[in-house]
Every structure is written in structure tokens, then in C-alpha cells.
């Protein structure tokens, strides 16, 4: 799976990263190595939240854009 990551120059030095398709996740990193390193982290952290299945047949699961 590829995933776009948005690379960004932080002011005081080192980069920061965010994911466009994964609201939230972003991370930092003080050369590019270790950047890419956290964000690799961040994406699994990002995707390993667990979600309860719905219990009862009125629980729905809806998709919404923001």
C-alpha cells in the first residue's frame, strides 16, 4: 500500500509530516531518516485503534464526511 505523506520544514529546525488520508496523524523528526522512521510508527499508531463492532441491530455504522 503507498500513502502520501506532506513533508513539511519545521521552524526550529528538523521536519514534521502529516497524512492526509489519516486525520490527525503527524509526526516529527530531526533529519529526514528519523522522520520517515515516525512516521511509519504513527501511520501503524494511527491505523491499530481498535473500533467496537456495533451490538445491537439499531447500533449503525455510518461513514460521513467532514
Not at 47 to 59: M, R
Amino acid at each position: 500500500m503507498k500513502i502520501k505523506v506532506i513533508v513539511h520544514e519545521a521552524e526550529e529546525g528538523g521536519f514534521w509530516a502529516e497524512v492526509p488520508a489519516i486525520p490527525g496523524c503527524a509526526t516529527q523528526g530531526e533529519t529526514l531518516e528519523e522522520l520517515l522512521k515516525n512516521v511509519h510508527e504513527a501511520i501503524e499508531g494511527c491505523l491499530s485503534v481498535e473500533v467496537d463492532t456495533p451490538t445491537a441491530e439499531t447500533d449503525r455504522v455510518l461513514e460521513i464526511a467532514i
